[in-house]
């Protein structure tokens, strides 16, 4: 987002698929406003609709190369 490139995680919960961005979360602020040990979680299990708007991202992260990454872990986890 915002011009800087870096990488956040998706999570699927209940067969929803979220974002999470530690690196927007990180809990360090230096805006006098915010006490020194204030977490935030603005970045946290946000729906595709809610990123776009401070974040973009290209067509590597679809939703088709989530379900089959999906399908390879869980066939790694049926061979164990």
């Not at 998706?10 to 040990?37: C, G, R, S």
Request: glycine share 4%; no cysteine; net charge negative.
């Amino acid at each position: 987002g915002d011009g800087e490139d870096h990488m956040w995680n998706m999570v699927k919960l209940e067969n929803n698929w979220y974002h999470v961005d530690n690196t927007w979360n990180d809990p360090i602020f230096t805006n006098a406003q915010k006490p020194k040990n204030y977490i935030s979680y603005e970045f946290f299990l946000r729906t595709d609709e809610e990123m776009r708007k401070t974040h973009s991202w290209g067509n590597n992260l679809s939703k088709e190369v989530m379900l089959e990454t999906e399908k390879e872990i869980t066939n790694l986890n049926k061979n164990k």
